[in-house]
C-alpha cells in the first residue's frame, strides 16, 4: 500500500482524510500492515517494523509491567522531561493534559503505549540517529534501563 492514511480506526490508502502513517498493525487480526514507500528506506522501514510489533508485545506484557513503564514516562512528565522518541508518541504527548496523566484517561493510555513502542524502536530498530529521538538523555537512560530489567520482556512471543 502506498500513502497511507488512519481515519476513524482505519488504514486507508489515497485518501485525503485522516491522519498520514506509515504502518498500523491490527491486534486481533495478527496484522501489521506497511506503506510500501518504506521499501525504498530500510533502516526506516525496521524502525517502523519494530515499533509494530512492539504493540503485540505491550499487549502480552501484563499489567505490572505496563503499569510499572506507565509510573516511569508518569515520573518524565511530572519532571517536565521533554521530547519523545518518535512522531507517534510525540504528538500524543503534545496533546496531553494534567487531568490526562492523573486520570489516566484513555488519550494518555494510548501515549503510554506509543511511548513504549517507540523506545522499544530506538532500543531495538533504532538507527543510531533520527529527527524523530528528541527525548532529553536522562530519559533515554532510564527507559534503557527499564528494558533492560524486565525479565518479562525475555518471555514474550509474538
Known amino acids: 500500500m502506498g500513502g497511507l492514511r488512519a481515519h476513524r480506526g482505519e488504514l486507508r490508502s489515497g485518501q485525503e482524510k485522516g491522519t498520514e502513517v506509515h504502518a498500523g498493525s491490527f491486534l486481533r487480526r495478527r496484522e501489521i500492515v506497511l506503506d510500501s514507500a ?74 503510554v503505549c506509543e511511548s513504549f513502542c517507540d523506545t522499544a524502536s530506538w532500543l531495538i530498530g533504532g538507527t543510531g540517529r533520527h529527527p524523530e529521538y528528541t527525548l532529553e538523555r536522562p530519559a533515554r537512560e532510564r527507559r534503557r534501563a527499564w528494558f533492560l530489567s524486565r525479565k518479562e520482556l525475555e518471555r514474550i512471543s509474538v
Request: hydrophobic share 35%.
Open 38 to 111: 518504506l521499501l525504498a528506506r530500510p533502516p526506516e522501514m525496521l524502525r517502523i517494523l519494530t515499533h509494530e510489533l512492539y504493540h503485540f508485545v505491550w499487549l502480552r506484557l501484563g499489567n505490572a509491567a505496563r503499569r510499572s513503564y506507565e509510573d516511569l514516562v508518569a515520573g518524565e512528565c511530572r519532571g517536565g522531561m521533554r521530547g519523545e522518541l518518535g512522531w507517534s508518541s510525540q504528538w500524543r504527548k503534545d496533546a496531553l493534559s494534567l487531568r490526562d496523566r492523573t486520570q489516566r484517561t484513555r488519550r494518555w493510555r494510548e501515549y
